[in-house]
């Protein structure tokens, strides 16, 4: 391989601020993550935000360019779960309970590692070269403010190494950035451990506020004397230099310093090897493009991504996956919907039916609507009329036998009791003898109102008096005598039975409207089994 390689070159890169902005020129891009916002989308925020996050990934591979997480982890979910600020934002801050969060949510810190790196891949592809530059102010943890005293740094070293392991699960080709945390003027005890012990390819500062016209990393806040040139020999690693911001990420602009070529490449010579602009101005483009030419080559630690020719035939097809199950969602939403209209509509036409059928109060509270007695009289006098034309019965009693029909008309028995009648009773009447006898029911009936005599008395005596006709055509006497008979009474047991299986109703005298004065007869509602006083009176 030729060197230095074609791609080793001073690398400029700016933070992400959307898709609507110009990031022509720039050699990489940059995000921070573990932000827990409004709207998380995932079960355990914070979530990797696809509208954000993904958006960059998404950016940085259309324009084949390096894609960098500031990877604030440990810092968010202190903020979000324990409700701690940094260290220069006030109490309670992670400067005095940080190391005790972590003691107790190693779990959860590794497992939102897992689940960036998871993701990233997906969309970026396994061998996409990712830049993780690791937990920003990475050194306050280890800080002697701390409650129950800082985490050792074997601790952290080994904790280090579980979070890049969570990383290279998924990205092996990932680059790991340590944090050199400018204010720890003792940077050889710091720094050896994990350059020993850990993969690491880059060192970065973070907080912004680094000067590129000093040896010093800071030479603005007091008490910070780390040079870079010293953090480079200690690591033997390129650093990434960030500015434009400050305290609590307060933008501070466009920072022309490290426009100027000549800054640049005392820089370069202290082994600093890209810097990033978090708020860079419209035309910084145009100055890269000049600065490229002047600069001498760096370190050559950083190359170019390579993505693997599939990853935009993968994104692809996820993103239209995505689409297919949020248009299957939505579709389920819609017929969800559309079955509670349904159902609704289905129920207020049942209602407004039955309401519609239920003409009067008597058929709303019973579903066995009861025809009026009328009706009935009605319909059971032109039946008896037509029994009573062949039997020849005829004369002014016509009325009341008609309505002693009615009473005599048959009810439903209960279960059971058709069978037990029909036992007792004996065999049934031959055909033609019942229509006989009611005839003569009738035509006696007659007869004794032509006489004078209370429509209700000979009616009753009639009934008691009426022969059961076995099926040998034979008629036995109605006296007493015969009634106490054990056939007899067998008989008189079931004297409501009808050859039809169902009771007979007894009829109940009733004062007529009609101007003829004839009395009627009302059957009763229980079915034979007892009569008005009035009825037992006349009787």
């Known amino acids: 391989m030729n060197w230095p390689p074609a791609d080793c070159r001073f690398r400029f890169g700016r933070a992400f601020r959307g898709a609507d902005f ?49 990877a604030y982890i440990v810092a968010f979910l202190a903020k979000t779960l324990a409700g701690l600020h940094d260290c220069d934002m006030g109490e309670p801050s992670l400067c005095r309970h940080g190391a005790n969060f972590i003691r107790t949510h190693i779990p959860t810190i590794l497992a939102t590692y897992d689940r960036f790196a998871n993701e990233t891949a997906l969309r970026m592809g396994r061998t996409a070269p990712v830049l993780w530059l690791i937990e920003p102010d990475w050194h306050q943890y280890h800080e002697p403010s701390q409650e129950g005293g800082g985490l050792l740094v074997d601790e952290m070293v080994d904790l280090f190494k579980a979070i890049t392991f969570q990383i290279f699960r998924h990205l092996p080709a ?167 209209v349904i159902g609704l509509i289905v129920g207020m036409a049942c209602a407004l039916w039955r309401r519609l059928r239920a003409r009067s109060p008597w058929a709303r509270l019973s579903p066995r609507v009861v025809a009026p007695t009328e009706a009935i009289i009605a319909q059971v006098s032109r039946s008896s009329s037509r029994a009573a034309t062949r039997a020849g019965a005829v004369g002014g009693g016509g009325g009341e036998s008609l309505r002693a029909d009615i009473a005599m008309q048959p009810v439903p028995l209960p279960k059971g009791a058709a069978e037990r009648c029909a036992a007792a009773e004996g065999p049934p009447r031959a055909r033609g003898q019942d229509a006989a006898l009611r005839a003569d029911v009738g035509a006696r009936s007659g007869k004794s109102q032509r006489r004078g005599e209370a429509p209700g008395r000979p009616l009753r005596r009639m009934e008691e008096e009426a022969a059961f006709v076995d099926s040998s055509g034979a008629r036995h006497g109605g006296n007493k005598a015969s009634r106490r008979s054990p056939e007899s009474t067998s008989s008189s047991r079931c004297d409501k039975c009808h050859v039809s299986g169902g009771p007979r109703r007894k009829p109940t005298p009733l004062v007529d409207d009609d101007d003829d004065g004839a009395s009627a007869f009302k059957p009763t509602m229980k079915g034979g089994r007892g009569r008005s006083k009035a009825s037992r009176a006349q009787i």
């Open 22 to 70: 110009d990031y022509s020129g720039v050699d990489y891009l940059t995000v921070w993550i573990g932000q827990s916002g409004e709207q998380q989308t995932c079960s355990k925020p914070p979530c990797f935000n696809e509208y954000w996050h993904g958006a960059m990934l998404k950016l940085a591979l259309q324009m084949r360019i390096s894609a960098a997480y500031y």
């Open 174 to 340: 990932a680059k790991i950035s340590l944090d050199i945390s400018p204010w720890v003027n003792q940077q050889e005890e710091w720094l050896r451990p994990f350059i020993r012990q850990c993969t690491v390819h880059f060192v970065h500062t973070s907080g912004g506020r680094t000067s590129a016209d000093s040896e010093r990393i800071r030479a603005s806040d007091d008490g910070n004397y780390v040079t870079w040139k010293q953090v480079h020999q200690l690591s033997g690693l390129g650093i990434i230099a960030d500015t434009g911001y400050g305290v609590g990420g307060l933008s501070h602009g466009h920072d022309h310093q490290w426009d100027d070529t000549f800054n640049l490449r005392k820089r370069i010579a202290d082994g600093v090897v890209a810097v990033t602009q978090s708020n860079p101005e419209a035309g910084w483009p145009r100055t890269i493009e000049k600065a490229r030419g002047l600069l001498p080559l760096p370190q050559c630690d950083w190359r170019d991504p390579v993505y693997s020719a599939t990853v935009h035939g993968q994104l692809a097809v996820a993103e239209q996956q995505q689409w297919q199950a949020g248009l299957a969602r939505l579709s389920s939403y819609y017929a969800l919907l559309g079955a509670l």
